[in-house]
């Protein structure tokens, strides 16, 4: 009768299996990179920082698009620049913490060509 009782209870539960994170190295900011009058990505020259808690960190490059805050949740402000266009900027970006890692905020930044191009 004990060994019964003993197979139900333990026949009840369910096995949780610990969550299996990943290696991946997620960036909490990706903003895309755009000329405002004609569409087109804007590549050439572009830079842009992240600043959170008055520490600023470059963003990473890959063609028109920019990267940053890897694994950084918290409060952001994103700055912009590309020669030819006025900076762009937006703050108190709030990058949230995941489980695993960062969710990363998708952002659009349409840059105004300066009157001297």
Known sequence: MVALLALLLVGGCEAVAPRSCTAQFVYGIVVT????????????????????GGVSSEMEAFGNVLQGAGED???????????????????RIQVEDGECHVSSVRLTASLVPTTDM
């Open 33 to 52: 990179v755009d000329d405002r009058d004609s569409g087109e990505p804007v590549e050439e020259g572009l830079s842009g920082v992240t600043v959170k």
């Open 73 to 91: 949740a918290g409060t952001h402000d994103v700055l912009v620049t590309a020669p030819g266009y006025e900076s762009w900027s937006m703050d």
